[in-house]
Nanobody, 119 residues
Framework: QVQVVESGGGNVQPGGSLRLSCTAS????????MNWYRQAPGGQRELVAF???????NYIDPVKGRFTISRDNAKNTVNLQMNSLTPEDTAVYYC?????????????WGQGTQVTVSS
């Protein structure tokens, strides 16, 4: 059974930092691209950052230079370090494990963790 579990959300003041973690079990973690999405109140879910199986990373423009995604294949974990947070970062953050093979796509989601940036 595949499980994807996020942790590390919470309340933080503007300018503060949070570190989100996600652990995925039941999959061959090191072949999956790991993604962090977020969904703000009333908004659509958007991809924030991803890290490929080879360690390549990419970020959406609003978080470049502030967020860092990393993975530890030995621990089946992906992290999102978030610095210089602003109220616009307030959202539910979701971890996603994705892999596409000739036989099909494999797409697993966590339950989400709330991040609230407010003074």
């Amino acid at each position: 059974q595949v499980q994807v579990v996020e942790s590390g959300g919470g309340n933080v003041q503007p300018g503060g930092s949070l570190r989100l973690s996600c652990t995925a079990s039941g999959i061959t973690f090191n072949i999956y691209t790991m993604n962090w999405y977020r969904q703000a109140p009333g908004g659509q879910r958007e991809l924030v950052a991803f890290i490929t199986s080879g360690g390549n990373t990419n970020y959406i423009d609003p978080v470049k230079g502030r967020f860092t995604i990393s993975r530890d294949n030995a621990k089946n974990t992906v992290n999102l370090q978030m610095n210089s947070l602003t109220p616009e970062d307030t959202a539910v953050y979701y971890c996603n494990a994705y892999n596409r093979r000739p036989v099909g796509e494999y797409d697993y989601w966590g339950q989400g963790t709330q991040v609230t940036v407010s003074s």
